[in-house]
């Protein structure tokens, strides 16, 4: 398996504009969970998914921040409009069972900058 | 929300003297899971701790769980340069049925070795 695959690995974009970052997790794996790390404020959990479903949203910081997993192998979070605050290292990861203890497995990350 | 608190943030050492890092709850937790994340990579799966007590071994690398279940270390003896990196604990709650939540992440203890 390739791991957690995450797209753009780097995105670079001006204040105002709409950004998307995607994720496929690994195959088979029930639980998608995306994070978003800085210095200021470490490794944050923005949102996570059981089959598909969201289940807390809880850490999304902003309405300007949404997420979809229309299928198990494909999750969006997007940021619209995106502000110079949210330049951060925005992680996905996957596991097999959220509450039962399984480990999860980052995808290596998508830097952004917004300038 | 719940927290689970890492200290120190930093630690700066010689190559060859020993490292630890210490996660502590308020609350119980089911388990505990232990990341180090590389400089500029993604966070990567150590071990979990479930049972009171418990302690683990990885080569140089020891990791505990406390009898009371609210707290976990990780320490590493004669350090080397491959240490380098950001140690997360990550630690889940139980809640009033007996299942567990989705784990809550320390702030992480940065670990700077000088050759």
């Known amino acids: 398996d390739a791991g957690v695959i995450q797209s753009p690995r780097h995105e670079v974009t001006e204040m105002g504009q709409e950004v998307t970052l995607r994720c496929k997790p690994i195959s088979g794996h029930d639980y998608l969970f995306w994070y978003r790390q800085t210095m200021m404020r470490g490794l944050e959990l923005l949102i996570y998914f059981n089959n598909n479903v969201p289940i807390d949203d809880s850490g999304m910081p902003e309405d300007r921040f949404s997420a979809k997993m229309p299928n198990a192998s494909f999750s969006t979070l997007k940021i619209q409009p995106s502000e110079p605050r949210d330049s951060a290292v925005y992680f996905c990861a996957s596991s097999l069972a959220g509450t039962g203890g399984s480990e999860q497995f980052f995808g290596p990350g998508t830097r952004l900058t917004v300038l | 929300g719940q927290q689970v608190m890492q200290i120190p943030q930093y630690q700066h050492v010689q190559e060859g003297e020993d490292f630890t890092t210490y996660c502590n709850s308020s609350?119980?937790?089911?388990?505990i899971q232990w990341y180090k994340q590389r400089p500029g990579g993604h966070p990567v799966f150590l071990i979990q701790l479930v049972k009171s007590g418990e302690v683990k071994k990885q080569k140089r690398l020891t990791f505990q769980f406390g009898e009371a279940k609210k707290n976990s270390s990780l320490h590493i003896t004669a350090t080397q340069t491959t240490d380098v990196g950001t140690y997360f604990c990550a630690g889940r709650l139980t809640d009033l049925s007996g299942g567990s939540y989705i784990p809550t992440f320390g702030r992480g203890t940065s670990l700077i070795v000088h050759p």
């Open positions: 609350t119980t937790l089911s388990n």
